[in-house]
């Protein structure tokens, strides 16, 4: 079998790896133009703030590849005849597959501003892009950041690193509205505020305005507001990379799109990561999944379906994190920013340091815990993942916080003082704290 | 994959900042000064001032960088300033730090006339702080301790401020401090005092390897009550307080919290950590060194004793005289000056990882039989690669990470950096059952690649 993937990002090289330790006998061809070898996306802002240099980013030191018969193609895949089961490669060649994954991945979204293709305008999604930042942004006083989502804290922390004035603009009125509650939110303001960086809520991109060389000189908001900069980050999404794909009889919509197996509509062609749209997500998923770790999983399923052992994506319990210059964010399963029909919340926050923690729950008894939100402290991600698979109710799990405690050794420990708190909210079930932190404590 | 990315210019150093440097270079410019001064007034006076202004510049730089800044992982422009990235002042320090050491070790002797080589003008300045603490004059090795400590302290106190939102690195930085100015400057002076053997209770052997020759051990007991306990002392650290505390906490609880090597590479070293090199080729190196090393103290400290208790055979005489090039190759060249002097172009734990037979001792025990491992947290590894960058034995952290395997190697230390780092909150030092310790995550499914070696 010659197993051709397109895309050495996380979807791709997951997918070779899994399909390498499967069938040790496959042939496996990793073609991309961004980069000779795999690297962590995740760590582009860390290369540009000096903390790692471009070397330090790949996953894997370049022996890897060779010694684990992982042929790599450095070049652009420009069109695919799926009839013939044959990819052209811009450096001049052919290559013909057996099995066909296409892991494209993403490319940052613009939504029609004036001004938008200015010079010193762009996303941060891959290694272009971190030279073009690197490049547009030397010397200058302001950058304006677009954005109120994870990349627009990571582009407000670079400027930050540069001693470059960052000005954020946010849509809605409270940081990352779509996912965080307000305390949440208000907690990562205090981030923005401590480390001076000027945030204007409510505030959308209205027009970039340019200079006589064609370089940004400043944005206007919807508020009418002008804001002189010398270069503007977009950090509104990302959506499918799907330039390939329209030069094949493969279906496309906002996304490539796929079965539960990952399975394009052209037998062969499988699409996972970023690129893919999901026919049918399952409940309160969505259809195009645009995360590190998602791709990671899509590209394990997708292996076992090329091997032989089909197998439908099941994402499992959700999980994420982010740091917002120093804050530390993870959460785990259902955690909605707002309101949601049948779910409670218990919110815990340190009164003086930036520390809080919010358990989802059902609203009827037993009040099966569903979800988390930690800030500026650590939880166990397998403690809390099979709290929210064993439905335990939310007073078993505040029993238990200790469990779930992963905060380094020393560090204060919040459990009473959390406990306390869900007492005072919620005396109708009272609490005793059963379970303190470390991997000794058995449960009883 | 490396793209071409313009060198940006490094944000301007604030004039606060210049100043406090500027101090520090004027105390290194008096102690030139203090060698080249002839008149003992003078020479004292150029000591002190330095000694006054590199102590005060440094602790007001940090303050500057770091203690006025929100607390939090701080490494911007790491890798793009000349002083931390191998650059011309980089080269210039490990030159410095390299020729002092060859001064200290090889041409500031004492002539038997109270004169000391090159050294000898900074030594004398110490004669009256060393008569007050040791009874007795100052020579080349109490102003080495006395530079040494000060390192220690002054940088010790860069890494309280830089590390103060991690509870595990203040009390840590805070051990390394104690021990190094406590068990290996001031109690050794005092015992001198007292006219006892001067004696370092927090290194032992293999590290301190003649604590356990037959001459030290037959000279210790001469010396009555207090000498046997020295013996007791270190044969107990070395055969039984190294398991035991090893096996409840992993080798951290002296590599990082009491070694003074470990002392300083934690304060003085740490702007030079992620100097170390994390290829899987260096790892071979150090296997193929450490191990041999451990073997060769062992063997020589097995050779001498043989010599002792046969009286005198052939094979005892090959014990001093490899006693003796042991002396020589490893415990002067390699500790001291590749294993400091190189700081700025190796990392600050070139010794420990590839020479200290210690930390190879200790390293097998807590591979092996030992509670200790770093946890990973399910899948949440991004693999960014900042752990392995702070690590500054040289462990590419990131490749257990990303698969969800808890880390246990030989070499880890336990200085934590990898999980105070980590910006996702991944890793976690934990002294936990043996049951089990090497589970990875069921949470991601790492492939059985042959990953490392």
Known sequence: ?444 | MNPTLVTPPLPATTPAEKLTLAVVAGGLLALLLALADADPGRQHLWFYAALALVSVGTLAWSWLKFGAHPAGVRQDNLWLRASTSRGAVAWVTGLVLTGFYVALYWFSGDDGHGHFGVLDHLVHPLDGFSQALRGRPADQWFLYGTFYTLAVLLMGARALWKYRQSRYQLIRTASVMFFQLGFAFLIPGVLLFFQQPEFYFSYFWPLKYDYLFPGTVTSLVKNGGLGVFMVFWGAAMSFIATPVLTYFFGKRWYCSWVCGCGGLAETAGDPYRQLSDKSRAAWRWEVRLIYPILALIVAITALLWVHFATGGTLLGEAGAVAAKWYGFAIGSVFSGVIGVGFYPILGSRVWCRFGCPMAAYLGLLQKHFSRFRISTNGGQCISCGNCSNVCEMGIDVKQYAQRGEPIIRAACVGCGLCSTACPRGVLNLENGPREGRYQASPLIHADSLRILS
């Open chain 1, 1 to 444: 079998m010659h197993l051709v993937i397109i895309g050495n990002g996380i979807t791709g090289v997951t997918c070779a790896l899994t399909v390498r330790r499967l069938r040790p006998d496959a042939r496996i061809t990793l073609v991309s133009a961004e980069s000779a070898y795999h690297y962590a996306r995740t760590a582009l802002m860390y290369v540009y703030m000096g903390h790692l240099r471009p070397q330090d980013i790949k996953p894997y030191e370049d022996w890897f590849w060779a010694e684990n018969r992982l042929a790599l193609v450095h070049a652009t895949a420009t069109a695919l005849n799926t009839a013939k089961n044959l990819l052209v490669l811009d450096n001049g060649t052919t290559l013909a597959y057996d099995q066909l994954l296409l892991a494209t991945g993403s490319e940052s979204q613009r939504f029609g501003w004036p001004g938008q293709h200015l010079a010193g305008v762009q996303g941060l999604y891959g290694l272009p892009d971190l030279e073009a930042m690197t490049r547009d942004t030397h010397g200058i006083a302001r950058g304006v950041v677009v954005g109120g989502g994870l990349i627009g804290v990571e582009l407000a922390e670079m400027l930050h690193s540069r001693g470059i004035e960052p000005v954020v603009l946010v849509r809605d009125g409270h940081y990352w509205a779509s996912v965080l509650p307000p305390e949440e939110a208000n907690l990562v303001h205090q981030q923005f505020a401590q480390n001076r960086v000027e945030v204007h809520y409510h505030t959308q991109l209205r027009e970039i305005l340019g200079d006589a060389q064609g370089r940004v000189r400043a944005v206007v908001t919807t508020k009418g507001e002008e804001i002189a900069c010398q270069w503007v980050g977009l950090a509104t999404g990302v959506a499918p990379n799907l330039a390939l794909a329209k030069s094949s009889a493969v279906e496309t919509d906002r996304g490539i799109l796929v079965d539960e197996f990952l399975r394009t509509s052209v037998p062969n062609v499988y699409a996972a990561g970023d690129c893919a749209q999901h026919r049918q997500p399952a409940a309160g998923e969505v259809p195009i999944e645009q995360l590190w770790y998602t791709g990671r999983m899509q590209g394990e399923t997708v292996a076992h379906t090329l091997c032989g052992q089909p197998t439908a994506y099941r994402r499992g319990v959700w999980f994420n994190s982010a740091k917002f210059f120093n804050l530390e964010y993870q959460t785990y399963g259902q955690a909605p920013a707002g309101a949601a029909p049948g779910l409670d919340s218990f919110y815990w926050e340190h009164p003086a340091a930036s520390v809080a923690v919010r358990i989802y729950f059902r609203a009827a008894a037993p009040h099966a815990v569903v979800g988390f939100n930690a800030l500026g402290l650590r939880l166990r991600q397998a403690v809390c993942e099979q709290w929210i698979a064993q439905r335990a109710p939310v007073a078993t799990v505040l029993a238990h916080l200790g469990a779930a405690n992963f905060d380094p050794e020393f560090f204060p420990q919040h459990e009473a003082a959390v406990v306390a708190a869900f007492n005072r909210q919620f005396p109708q079930q009272t609490v005793v704290l059963e379970r303190r932190k470390g991997l000794f404590f058995k449960e009883k």
